[in-house]
């Protein structure tokens, strides 16, 4: 039996696609009217920076991401210990919402961090 697991109203979502060397971040807070992107280098200093930047907005914190090989591992598990949600996104789940979305195959970070958001938004009711 799975478990809902709901995101809480007042949250930071942030998405992050990974990559081998860089990630993209895509974060979404609420009373922002724009998102913040972010390019986060796969190094530990990258990392604390991120860590900082989610830590300041003084809410709670819903990250997810899609595992790409090993190179989400670092990253996912910095986030967590820094006190973050962490939530693995199904590939196939982000494949079918982004071919909703953008009636394509088309696929490219930038947008894949926004099909994570829009995959994990509770409130999110319309396509963009």
């Known amino acids: ?3 809902s697991d709901s995101t809480p109203a007042a949250a930071v979502l942030v998405a992050i696609d990974i990559a081998k060397v860089r990630n993209e971040v895509l974060i979404e807070a609420p009373g922002h009217k724009r998102r913040r992107r972010l390019l986060v ?10 860590i900082e930047v989610l830590q300041a907005y003084g809410r709670p914190v ?3 991401f899609e595992a790409t090989g090993n190179y989400h591992r670092p990253i996912a598990w910095r986030l967590a210990e820094a006190g973050f949600e962490v ?3 199904s590939s196939l789940a982000l494949a079918r919402t982004r071919e909703a979305l953008h009636n394509s195959w088309d696929k490219n970070d930038p947008k894949d961090a926004q099909v994570m958001l829009h995959a994990q938004d509770p409130g999110n009711t319309s396509l963009p």
Not at 41 to 50: C, K, M, S, V
């Open 41 to 50: 280098l796969n190094t530990r200093a990258e990392h604390d920076h991120l």
């Open 62 to 64: 819903v990250c997810a």
């Open 87 to 89: 939530r693995l996104v």
């Open 1 to 3: 039996m799975t478990t």
